[in-house]
């Protein structure tokens, strides 16, 4: 009932048909010329209805907003409110205060502080055993902001958001509402590193989906602590101490992430790059000039990527890709490089490289163009490749020889052949998992082609039955035979082309059937029997060696004999050995 004055006790409740909100008020209004109510009001929404059922969260409340109310013709002003994002999780709760100018030039101001403000966690029962990053989800996640119908700003302060897989501190943010939009003046907060993130830019929703045009900033005083929150630190960790960042252009469209005019500070020195992620489709589309890099930003660059051996989510969140990389001058796996480019493809499991070149990386030089896909237990390559190494002291070899522990005698008898000049065509493996491999080159002062069945794959080839054809020639005669270990012993005659031809069957962990000739200027040394390399140290075999020579003193010198001349010579005999004996 109204009072003597006009006033009385107002009560009010609102609900929509769709049921989307609940608004309900109760007061005191007074009458007059300027009529007030002054009251306290309750706004509820209720969760948002997902698409998927995987993404609702069935624990989740309704956001709860109360207020103490003081509304007149010109002003209404809400002081000392209250907003709950979940009813369900109480605990975290947001005051502030707002302000509405009512009237033709109507308008808001409104701010808002709390504490920890956390997102929901997701339900595990739901999760697949590997998911896509956090961040990823997250975007593809956004819900449509609301935007008021009239003009006005916002300012928020939050002392922590933690958005599930990290959390950002000292949280501020400044928003302008317009047009049906939002400008976001500035939106910041700190990760770990002493880093500060800074965004600001413009968010649409004209299209039924949140959009942003603007600029991102990362700044990091300590990168070795920021790349903890995606990968474990490499070893030695050569990011400790180092400052560095980005700056981006950033646009979300639909599902589409593009980030454009992007540097990418290391120890104050900038590179530039571009990426366009796909959010529903997730791929990844990357180029990057990396200019000129030394030895600590080159290792502090491939610190700070996901470490594709362990980092499972990579391939979750990027079932396919593009990239095109380029660097004037880096040092990779300690070895400096000069005109570097990677360019490329995957999908599906399958890594398309269709361009990997250096000019030079550790003293070699190479082009491939290269297929590669299975798994990392069962990898499977294919392609091909032009390969020059300019000298046995090549770090390129060093690194090579160490990786694959090769034997001291096997690298002597490798630095022979060098310099070398390799083209490789490596077919695609067949419904078997064999593979031919094709070889023409220049080794040393020799021209070499040969030809390669391998029976259990490229990769597995010391595993399987191999058979290789081998056609080696010179026209330098001191020099060939140098290179095959005769040493400077003149066994043939100097001044003759000698070619070298070889067919070599069987199983490298078992034991190998081997046919080969020698000969030059009529001369001939040949030898067919069997062959055992699996320690590379000490080869041993037995087999028939035949001899036919002019004149026989070079060949006798070599075998410890020297100073005795002989007559033409034609002889055959078995030969067994083992090692050096």
Do not use: C
Not at 325 to 351: K, P, Q
Request: hydrophobic share 45%; net charge negative.
């Amino acid at each position: 009932p109204l009072d003597a004055a006009g006033g009385g006790a107002l009560t009010l409740n609102l609900r929509p048909a769709d049921g989307s909100f609940t608004l309900s008020a109760e007061g005191t209004i007074t009458p007059g010329l300027k009529p007030d109510f002054a009251g306290t009001a309750t706004w509820r929404q209720p969760p948002r209805k997902t698409e998927s059922a995987t993404e609702a969260d069935a624990g989740q409340g309704d956001l709860v907003m109360t207020s103490k109310v003081v509304a007149t013709p010109s002003r209404l002003l809400l002081s000392d409110y209250v907003v709950v994002p979940d009813e369900n999780r109480a605990a975290t709760r947001l005051l502030g205060a707002a302000e509405v100018t009512l009237g033709p030039d109507m308008s808001f101001n409104a701010v808002i502080s709390g504490g920890v403000l956390a997102l929901p966690p997701r339900d595990a029962t739901a999760e697949a055993a590997v998911e896509p990053y956090e961040l990823l989800r997250l975007l593809r996640e956004l819900p449509l902001p609301t935007v008021p119908g009239i003009p006005g700003t916002i300012g928020v302060d939050i002392a922590e958001l933690n958005l599930r897989a990290f959390s950002l501190r000292n949280v501020r943010l400044d928003a302008r509402a317009h047009d049906g939009n939002w400008t976001v003046t500035r939106f910041a907060g700190a990760l770990p590193g002493d880093t500060s993130v800074m965004l600001s830019g413009e968010v649409s929703t004209t299209t039924g989906r949140p959009e942003f045009a603007g600029r991102l900033s990362v700044v990091s005083q300590r990168l070795d602590a920021l790349s903890t929150l995606w990968r474990k630190p490499a070893a030695g960790n050569p990011l400790f101490g180092m400052p560095g960042g980005i700056d981006a252009r950033i646009d979300l469209v639909g599902d589409t992430l593009s980030i454009s005019d992007a540097t990418l500070d290391l120890d104050s020195e900038r590179r530039s790059f571009s990426a366009q992620i796909g959010l529903g489709a997730r791929d990844l589309h990357l180029t990057a000039n990396l200019g000129t890099l030394d030895a600590a930003r080159s290792a502090a660059l491939l610190a700070l990527l996901p470490d594709l051996g362990s980092d499972a989510s990579f391939a979750a969140s990027f079932t396919k890709g593009e990239f095109k990389l380029a660097a004037e001058a880096m040092t990779i796996g300690g070895l400096e490089g000069r005109s570097l480019e990677a360019a490329g493809s995957w999908d599906g499991g399958v890594l398309a490289l269709d361009r990997l070149a250096a000019a030079d990386l550790g003293g070699a030089a190479f082009d491939a163009k290269l297929t590669a896909f299975g798994s990392l237990a069962r990898p499977e390559v294919s392609g091909g490749a032009t390969i020059s190494v300019a000298s046995a002291d090549a770090p390129a070899l060093k690194a090579l020889y160490g990786a694959l522990r090769t034997s001291p005698a096997m690298v002597a008898f490798l630095s022979r052949s060098l310099p070398a000049e390799l083209r490789l065509q490596l077919d695609a493996p067949t419904g078997d998992g064999a593979q031919s491999l094709t070889l023409s080159s220049r080794l040393a002062s020799s021209a070499i082609s040969a030809e390669a069945q391998v029976g259990a794959g490229f990769l597995r080839a010391l595993s399987g039955p191999v058979k290789v054809r081998l056609d080696l020639k010179s026209n330098d005669t001191a020099a060939m035979t140098a290179q095959l270990g005769f040493g400077t012993a003149a066994v043939f005659i100097d001044g003759v082309p000698l070619h070298l031809v070889g067919v070599v069957d069987g199983n490298v962990a078992n034991s190998l059937e081997a046919t080969m000739l020698l000969e030059g200027g009529g001369d001939a040394l040949g030898f067919s029997g069997n062959m055992v390399v699996t320690n590379p140290d000490a080869f041993s075999g037995k087999g028939t060696v035949k001899a036919k020579f002019a004149d026989a003193s070079g060949l006798v010198a070599w075998l410890g004999a020297g100073g005795i001349s002989l007559p033409a010579l034609s002889a055959s005999g078995t030969l067994t050995f083992d090692g050096t004996q």
